[in-house]
Nanobody, 124 residues
């Protein structure tokens, strides 16, 4: 089983930046890709970005494309989400997750391991 621990959330003003980290441990060889999802109050959890281990393939939701960057350090089994030009609508609990599947990295139902989540609050 893979274990995930996120860090880096906090409070930031609109236009500011934050970097989230997600450290994976355990049976990391079973993980094909890592995703970041977010859930705002009263809304469903939504896909933000995905990183495929071993290469530079990434995927982004349209709402964050050009502002957020996902990257990974394979040696440290850690994935990062650099968030720039933050907006109040980015406020949510951000969770990282691991999937063993090579398809549909935007589908939250295909992720089998989740971190505990970290709060990101963007003030206007």
């Amino acid at each position: 089983q893979v274990q995930l621990v996120e860090s880096g959330g906090g409070l930031v003003q609109a236009g500011g930046s934050l970097r989230l980290s997600c450290a994976a441990s355990g049976r990391t060889f079973s993980s094909y890709a890592m995703g970041w999802f977010r859930q705002a109050p009263g809304k469903e959890r939504e896909f933000v970005a995905a990183y495929i281990w071993g290469g530079s393939n990434t995927d982004y939701a349209d709402s964050v494309k050009g502002r957020f960057t996902i990257s990974g350090d394979n040696a440290k089994n850690t994935v990062y989400l650099q968030m720039n030009s933050l907006k109040p609508e980015d406020t949510a609990v951000y969770s990282c997750a691991s999937t063993p599947y090579s398809i549909r990295v935007r589908a939250r139902g295909l992720y089998d391991v989740w971190g505990q989540g970290t709060q990101v609050t963007v003030s206007s």
